[in-house]
């Protein structure tokens, strides 16, 4: 009796005992942790984007996936892991806000129609890697079918393959018929693009559908496009009303809506109706112009790819339907993109990169020069500008404490040669170096 009786005490006094133990725990693992490692990264040269300035003798503190201080002669705490960069100058990860990771360039045209969803997947994890290694940690993909851009980013964001941070569309909304339908099969195939939406209603349940399924973007083909057939990039698709709709419906829901917009109508429309960006813009117009700076609506260019998809036509069997569109669009875009510039429009970085080879995206740099941009607004644009544009001026965009520590490094310049980016030899991304 007296044993039983001991142990029943025992047994009722144990669960009194629990939160001292558990405190007493804590409190010694807490003074036998050891402190956050930290890792210093060093270069001659940091550029502020902010400020347009290069800091020297460049120091930039990290702990885990955060840039705790950043500066020149920073005093770098013992024990710290030191990256010593030499002569190199450090910029923040560069951002691609118009990309199709899991394109590549010879699916313009028939061939595509062998490559099923999983196939199309694999070959985003391919180019994920290889735009990350090319120093932009992070992307706006603008358009996959079957969800295959929000499978790729939450296996990136999962640890599985390696990739840049991706905001992602899914399956873009268009009009039966329009340029994100699928136009290259015959009628007795029933073929349909997954985001055809027509009218006010289905473009609501398909904007909701998208949501449903994990787009952080709503992404609308307002125009036609060059790399469809039967349609034309300089007429509208979409009314008023219905992108009205979408578009109130994503902000409503926490998303943000980019407009593929070639034709001017297109283009006006849609930033009447409330739009974030403007894919493209070949054909605005001043009209389109004034309507954008009044209502602050941000203009992705992607100019670069004429020169590849022209030049390499041939090569990637591209149909000549296609191919003559192209050569009509895409020298027209340069006029007007280097009008745009000049007059104010926001610009943010794009390169629709799938349209050309992943990993030469900042080709495109060159080409915003010579349309106008100086290297620091050029560079802004793929740091700062679309940082805005995704809502993630929290996250990453410049150098800075409380930042992602999304860094990378170049030789040279790329102040006086913006082109030192089309070779970058450093990539950090949450601070852990991928190249």
């Known amino acids: 009796m007296n044993a039983t009786a001991s142990a029943i005490r025992r047994t009722y006094a144990l ?74 100058t450090l910029l923040p990860g560069l951002i691609d806000m118009h990309t199709h990771l899991t394109g590549d360039p ?133 009314t008023l009303e219905e992108l009205k709709a979408i578009i109130s419906d994503a902000h409503r829901l926490g998303r943000k809506a980019a407009a593929h917009a070639h034709g001017g109508d297109g283009i006006k429309l849609a930033v009447l109706a409330g739009v974030d960006s403007i894919e493209h813009g070949s054909y605005i117009d001043d009209e389109g112009i004034k309507l954008m700076k009044e209502h602050k609506t941000w203009l992705v260019p992607t100019v670069y790819l004429g020169d590849w998809l022209i030049e390499n036509a041939e090569a990637i069997k591209l149909p000549k339907p296609l191919l003559e569109k192209a050569k009509v669009t895409l020298p027209m875009a340069r006029q007007n993109i280097a009008r745009a510039i000049k007059a104010g429009v926001p610009i943010a970085f794009g390169t629709d990169a799938a349209v050309y080879p992943h990993g030469l995206n900042a080709r495109e740099f060159g080409i915003l020069v010579k349309l106008g941009m100086t290297p620091i607004q050029a560079i802004r644009a793929a740091t700062l500008n679309a940082s805005e544009l995704l809502g993630w001026t929290d996250r990453v965009g410049t150098i800075e404490a409380g930042k992602f520590a999304d860094l990378i490094a170049v030789d040279g310049e790329p102040l006086k040669d913006v082109k030192t980016l089309e070779s970058v030899q450093w990539v950090m991304k949450g601070g852990a170096v991928v190249k």
């Open 106 to 238: 010879q699916d313009s045209g028939y061939s595509i129609v062998a490559k099923s969803i999983p196939r199309v997947t694999l070959t985003g994890a391919k180019n994920a890697r290889i735009t990350l290694q090319a120093g932009f940690t992070t992307v706006r993909d603008v358009g996959a079918d079957g969800y295959a851009d929000i499978g790729l980013r939450d296996a990136i964001n999962d640890g599985d393959v390696p990739g840049p941070r991706m905001a992602a569309s899914g399956p873009p909304l268009s009009i039966t018929g329009g340029h994100c339908d699928d136009t290259m099969h015959a009628p007795e195939y029933k073929i349909t693009a997954l985001g055809v939406a027509d009218g006010v209603d289905e473009a609501l349940k398909v904007t909701r559908r998208n949501i449903k399924y994990g787009a952080d973007v709503i992404k609308i083909c307002a125009t036609g496009g060059v790399l469809s057939f039967g349609d034309d990039p300089r007429t509208s698709q979409y």
């Open 15 to 88: 669960p009194a005992l629990l939160p001292s133990l558990l405190l007493a725990c804590a409190t010694a693992g807490a003074a036998d942790a050891p402190p956050a490692a930290v890792t210093a990264v060093k270069a001659a040269h940091m550029l502020d984007v902010r400020s347009g300035a290069l800091v020297d003798n460049a120091v930039v503190l990290i702990s885990g996936e955060r840039i705790t201080a950043a500066g020149s002669k920073l005093a770098i705490p013992a024990g710290a892991q030191v990256i010593d960069l030499g002569n190199k």
